[in-house]
């Protein structure tokens, strides 16, 4: 796996380049997850303006399978490790983290914090199970792509 991957995603999706200190495991992760969201194009988006710059995804949170307050507090932990310019990538599966992360980016912004943080994509996909069962349920993965902003 090349650590300098790219991955263009369309459909109101911005470029999107992966970082290379982005470990081989988590590399392969968010690529899986992009090319669902890319495959997802019919659902409901509640993105921000999509700049024609790439984003760097630096750091990846997987809050699957975590209940709320868990995928806002990974993210939180996440978010150390980005400076300015780059995006965590977080994803998970919990209904709440929607509205808990959506209103802490709105939140930075508001606060005049150091860098504001920029909810660049905000989706949901659905995934159909994979283990072969017949039974019609689909896990529901909430996608997040923060970018740290200049306060300036």
Known sequence: MSTDSQS???????????????????????????????????????????????????????????ACPMPLLKTKVGL???????????VATDANSQADITAFCRQSQQSNTENPLLLTVNKYTNEPPTDGSLTQHFDTIYHFIITKTDSN
């Open 8 to 66: 263009s995603i369309t459909n109101a999706l911005p470029s999107i380049s992966l970082a290379a200190t982005l470990s081989d495991a988590d590399e392969q992760k968010v690529n899986g997850l992009l090319a669902l969201l890319q495959a997802a194009t019919n659902t409901p988006s509640h993105d921000a303006d999509v700049s024609q710059q790439t984003i760097v995804i630096k750091r990846f949170v997987d809050g699957r399978g975590f």
């Open 80 to 90: 150390r490790d980005v400076v300015n310019g780059e995006s965590l990538y977080v």
